[in-house]
């Protein structure tokens, strides 16, 4: 079993940054593909970006450019920063780990997924 935490969330206004992490403990996470996804009130949950076990990336047409996804496998982390954030940008934003080396956009594909952290931005 693999437990992720999310940390790193919070307030912030239109054009501001904010890094969040997430700490997967019970298993190594290294050959593990990584994903971070947001869900908004009254709204789906969606993928925003993805990282394969060997650093490869992904991202959602709508955060492209602005968020990066990383991963820091000798802490067990990866990590989401979000730059020039705008307030569609609000949602909770959850983590999420899959037992193989490509990463997916889906979430019916993520064997694991951490309770989330809110992200507020304010215009």
């Known amino acids: 079993q693999v437990q992720l935490v999310e940390s790193g969330g919070g307030l912030v206004q239109a054009g501001g940054s904010l890094r969040l992490s997430c700490a997967a403990s019970g298993r190594t996470v290294s050959r593990y593909a990584m994903g971070w996804f947001r869900q908004a009130p009254g709204k789906e949950r969606e993928f925003a970006a993805a990282?394969?076990?060997?650093?490869?990336?992904n991202y959602a047409d709508s955060v492209k450019g602005r968020f990066t996804i990383s991963r820091d496998d000798a802490k067990n982390t990866v990590y989401l920063q979000l730059n020039s954030l705008k307030p569609e940008d609000t949602a909770v934003y959850y983590c999420?780990?899959?037992?193989?080396?490509?990463?997916?956009?889906?979430?019916?594909?993520?064997?694991?997924w951490g309770q989330g952290t809110q992200v507020t931005v304010s215009s």
């Open positions: 990282i394969t076990w060997s650093g490869g990336t």
């Open positions: 999420a780990a899959v037992n193989r080396p490509y990463a997916t956009r889906y979430v019916s594909q993520y064997d694991y």
